[in-house]
């Protein structure tokens, strides 16, 4: 038996994270320290814990995983954060890996799939349905695709990669020495830059196209 893995469950329903656990602890390489049902929490415990493998279900962060998983990623490299969603958030994958995610599954895998996926990890390898191999799930990055990001100036990059980290704009407009209402002013150019009309499609743009090819967290 190698290494016992310290594992945290981030999910929404008690039963179904006991389950969970108790599936994962009958490895015997696997030791869930912690399960929990809000990024607060879970977040805490990871920082002080370091687990070697998180398990989070996406229902419970929604939009809100955009802004702090890379955070979390960054402050606990080691850690192989596996995002358990519906069947149909296949579409979900590559954004999630550039943010720092070590993997995806379904919500209604079986035991063993979980299991493999994880063992996968283990070993430095990553699992995934045949079916998730679609081309458009590996889109080829054009110098389209970079246009955007080449416009923005280097005040809003820095906005940007401070909102992907998960600061909050009170505190970027401290940090720029600027008003709360210039910071909306330069969201407004970033969006039309590139062109989004949301917060999230922002992040996750800029998130996805700004650590393609290297870990979201060097």
């Known amino acids: 038996m190698g290494k016992v893995w310290q594992v945290v469950i ?27 049902a809000d990024w607060e929490q879970g977040g805490e415990i990871i920082r002080e814990n370091r687990p070697e493998l998180v398990l ?17 990623k960054q402050e606990t490299p080691s850690a192989h954060f596996v995002v358990m969603t519906e069947t149909k958030g296949k579409e979900l994958l590559q954004p999630l890996l550039k943010m720092g995610a070590s993997g995806m599954i379904s919500k209604e895998a079986s035991p ?9 990890l283990r070993e430095g390898f990553l699992s995934m349905p045949f079916d998730w191999l679609e081309a458009e799930l590996w889109p080829i990055q054009t110098p389209e695709d970079q246009d955007a990001l080449f416009k923005l100036t280097s005040t809003e990059r820095f906005i940007m990669d401070r909102i992907v980290q998960g600061v909050t704009y009170d505190k970027i407009a401290s940090e720029l020495e ?18 989004v009309s949301t917060r999230a499609q922002a992040i996750e743009k800029y998130a996805l196209y700004t650590h393609r090819g290297r870990p979201v967290y060097a």
């Open 56 to 72: 989070l279900d996406y229902s419970v962060s929604g939009d809100l995983i955009n802004a702090i998983l890379p955070g979390l």
């Open 112 to 120: 063993s799939q979980l299991l493999q996926l994880i063992a996968g």
């Open 178 to 195: 600027v008003s709360r209402r210039s910071i909306d002013n330069y969201l407004r150019k970033i969006y039309v830059k590139l062109e």
């Open 10 to 36: 981030m999910g929404c329903h008690p039963t179904s994270m006991l389950g969970t656990k108790l599936i994962l602890e009958e490895t015997g390489d696997l030791n869930v320290i912690a399960t929990c």
